[in-house]
Nanobody, 122 residues
């Protein structure tokens, strides 16, 4: 029932920008926090950024802070990731995920999209 569909990936040169989108359906999007995670070739899943249900609570992995911006449009049930100053190390499959709220903090991620490929190369 829960569906998360990423789009916007592609090939970009170092220093370039890309904007990813995640279309959500099957749940009350505005009620849940959301995250972006990524998986580079040969590496495990890395958490990139998270945003709370209202959009006022935002956090980033140190590797992307200052370069990436997470946002959401609850009216459109869409999550975004604006990626600037891209580096080759940003190359990965990027997935959006629905966050589990345990009443005190976000404990885990329970649903995932299929991902969109981002390749940063000269």
């Amino acid at each position: 029932e829960v569906q998360l569909v990423e789009s916007g990936g592609g090939l970009v040169q170092p220093g370039g920008s890309l904007r990813l989108s995640c279309a959500a359906s099957g749940f009350s999007f505005s009620t849940y926090g959301m995250s972006w995670v990524r998986q580079a070739p040969g590496k495990g899943l890395e958490w990139v950024s998270g945003i709370n249900n209202g959009g006022s609570g935002i956090s980033y992995a140190g590797s992307v802070q200052g370069r990436f911006t997470i946002s959401r449009d609850n009216a459109k049930n869409t999550l975004y990731l604006q990626m600037n100053s891209l580096k080759p190390d940003d190359t990965a499959v990027y997935l959006c995920a629905k966050c589990v709220w345990d009443g005190l903090y976000y404990s885990s991620l329970d649903y995932w999209g299929q991902g969109t490929q981002v390749t940063v190369s000269s």
